[in-house]
């Protein structure tokens, strides 16, 4: 495995690479865990060459204080990568990634995307998520690039990027990977005590909750009520718990609104955020 921390570097190895190998990106913020590596494992039998990134990227943080709490362990997360055989590593630094700055970047059209669910609650975060993977697409070059699908909306909003810029790169959707207890499996989830961890599977009951409600002809509305209700405990916070048109995020007001439904939620576990989704395409029995 071959790591590099400067663009220059790291381009100069890929320029040869790309002439008759395909290149599998997958960016990441680092923590890395079993999530992270159900994407690399897909780039590793899809491509000739993986690439991980490895940067924090503080403009996708509308929280200043979420940014300086984000787990960094690039030591564990470098030896990880290795085990597995990754080939490539870059590891930049914030003036590699933004060389002009952080404010030279012009906000594009997402559609409205970034003004609804994750968007409302995070204002600048999915402007800042398009900053930084337009970036690190122009620096890697790939041919794939591997998203994990627990940031459902994230998908959405670096599909309208892409199409922003006309950039020709093919984005494999990874399912989400859960822990035992359901909780999906996420960086933050390491700032959780052991007992908010199995607390915060929660989350995920919720979800499953709603989704049998849906199967049982519950109506959307009593049922989503229902739903939300499983979170109304000690230290949780839920901030939106939602019904949604899987292709335009419209909310829904029944289950016959839209073919393609996902419930969408995020909650805070103490101090935590947590995020997760639950696609619903399958019509009640």
Excluded at 40 to 65: A, G, H, K, W, Y
Excluded at 173 to 191: C, K
Aim: glycine share 4%; net charge negative.
């Amino acid at each position: 495995m071959k790591a590099f921390r400067t663009v220059q570097a790291l381009q100069s190895h890929l320029s040869t690479i790309r002439e008759d190998q395909t290149i599998g990106f997958v960016p990441t913020m680092g923590a890395l865990h079993e999530g992270h590596l159900a994407l690399v494992r897909q780039s590793l039998r899809r491509d000739d060459c993986t690439v991980v990134s490895i940067f924090v990227n503080p403009t996708q943080f509308n929280d200043p204080e979420d940014y300086l709490l984000y787990p960094r362990t690039v030591d564990a997360d470098l030896a990880l990568l290795e085990s597995k055989g990754v080939d490539v590593v870059f590891i930049p630094t914030e003036s590699e990634i933004y060389p002009h700055g952080r404010d030279a970047w012009k906000p594009i059209d997402l559609g409205g995307l970034d003004q609804i669910l994750e968007g409302a609650h995070r204002p600048g975060h999915f402007q800042g998520v398009a900053q930084v993977v337009k970036r690190l697409l122009d620096i890697v070059q790939p041919h794939r690039l591997y998203l994990g699908q627990k940031d459902y909306q994230q998908i959405a909003v670096i599909r309208k990027m892409l199409h922003h810029f006309q950039l020709p790169v093919e984005i494999v959707e990874v399912p989400t990977v859960r822990e035992p207890s359901g909780l999906a499996m996420s960086s933050r989830n390491q700032r959780l005590s052991a007992l908010d961890r199995l607390r915060a599977s929660r989350l995920f009951e919720a979800l499953v909750y709603l989704e049998q409600m849906y199967r049982d002809e519950v109506p959307l509305p009593t049922a989503v009520q229902r739903a939300q209700a499983l979170l109304d405990l000690p230290d949780f916070r839920l901030e939106y718990l939602v019904v949604c048109d899987a292709q335009t995020f419209r909310e829904l007001q029944t289950w016959n609104d839209a073919p393609q439904k996902i419930a969408l939620l995020a909650c805070w576990v103490k101090d935590v955020r947590l995020i997760d989704n639950l696609p619903l395409d399958n019509p009640p029995s």
